[in-house]
């Protein structure tokens, strides 16, 4: 299993407008994508209302997983998108 631990670069957390981005992001990943805070139950990164319940706070750290074929560019581009708190999924990782 692939696994990014990785520190929220959001200052509002995974909450409405960088979860929304971090959600699309990993739908067009194509890849099967679980996120947890640290130490918690991993939920589905795809669903929007999963993601917000995390609670996820700016610096927080997360852990994002998947065992799917072609995980770990996919984790390592979101890991990026999130660390950084980009509005958009960088095409160049």
């Given at each position: ?27 067009a ?27 996820a ?33 960088p095409?160049?990782?």
């Amino acid at each position: 299993m692939a696994e990014r631990r990785v520190n929220v670069g959001w200052a509002e957390g995974l909450h409405a407008r960088p979860a929304s981005i971090f959600v699309r992001a990993t739908t067009a990943s194509g890849v099967p994508v679980t996120i947890a805070k640290a130490g918690g139950d991993p939920v589905n990164a795809a669903s929007m209302l999963a993601v917000l319940g995390l609670g996820a706070q700016g610096g927080e750290e997360i852990v994002l997983a998947s065992d799917a074929e072609g995980a770990e560019a996919a984790l390592e581009r979101l890991a990026k998108l999130v660390a950084e708190g980009l509005e958009e999924l960088p095409e160049t990782v």
